[in-house]
């Protein structure tokens, strides 16, 4: 779900960048912008960008922008084709085909233990549901397979509903976004979906190609500027924290909604890494004091129960307030949620912003726990 606020008027956005770096940051003399021309072909750096090249501005919000059903056919059609997409991709684990054609016993329990852990749900959140759901049987004295299959949905959303929450922008500008996550889970990409919904809602956004250390990513930032039509702030190697520092200044002169600043990937254990990254954060807070606004951590939806170690290794260190769950069309093991919600092996239960099926612009969607329950929990 997104949520906007009422958007300052100009003077109150006015915010020039400051003549010198803090002395512990250095400032690169060579940072460069990347703007998407108009044939959507990616551009050489340019030494600077006119107004021109940042996105519209953020729509007039009266009333708080929220992502949720249209009553036009063709934005219901969406609808159930990501709801589709999202049942297919969570296929592999799905739980539905347990509840056709048997009786409600032990047996159905039992099955339901070991599909659940299988999932990578884990021990504690298999206990709570299956405990909840033992009551709810009993209480309501259900005798049908397909009736407890709903009891479980229900569960099971609740039961996930403490991970969901909107996605507000507004309430300050620029809006500083760091993206962090371990190579190949889809951070770069994201990051390019995440820009195109936050415009199609009315956010101009910037970019900042924070990753110096992966061969292309740069240019692979580029290019999702370039689809998006929106700028992207970069240099030639260098310091990764000097270019998040340019970039957050660029989207304060330029009167930007959102910033969102690339990060490398890397893991948990890449001890030296990790400190490269709360240095990041820590630049990014000198460059404006209570930035970053949102950390969020990309996960690979096939990861399992990995998942967790990585949250739990990224939020010590960096204070995490989101996460982005990505390539749940694969063979995604969709149970690691509850884990998450469950608090499982220590982990916090972050907030899932956003959940990503598919390769397209637009399937980078809110996480909603109905969908996702009904998606995990569909009719076999």
Known sequence: MFRFFKKKSPAELKNDAPSSVPDDTPHPADAHV????????????????????IAPPLASAAAPMVAQPSGDPASAEKKRSWLGRLRSGLARTSLGGLFVGVPVDENLFEELESALIMADAGVDATQILLSALRQRVRKERLEQ???????????????????????????????????????????????????????????????????????AAREQLQAWGA??????????????????????????????????VDTAGRLPTQLHLMEELKKIRRVIGKAMADAPHEVLLVVDGNTGQNALAQIRAFDAALGLTGLVVTKLDGTAKGGTLAAVAAGSQGVRPVPVYWIGVGEGMQDLQPFVADEFAEALLGQG
């Open 34 to 53: 990347a703007a998407a021309p108009p044939d959507g072909s990616i551009a050489p750096p340019e030494p600077s960008v006119s107004q021109a090249d």
């Open 145 to 215: 397979a397909e009736a407890v299959r709903r009891a479980l949905q229900s569960l099971l959303a609740d039961h996930l509903r403490v991970l969901e929450k909107p996605f507000v922008v507004g309430e300050t500008h620029p809006m500083v976004i760091m993206v962090a996550g371990v190579n190949g889970a889809g951070k770069t990409t994201s990051i390019g979906k995440l820009a195109h919904a936050l415009q199609a809602r009315g956010a101009s956004v910037l970019l900042a190609a924070g990753d110096t250390f992966r061969a």
């Open 227 to 260: 689809r998006n039509r929106v700028t992207v702030i970069a240099q030639e190697g260098g310091d990764p924290a000097a270019v998040a520092f340019d970039a957050v200044h660029a989207g304060q002169a330029r009167g930007a909604d959102v910033v969102i």
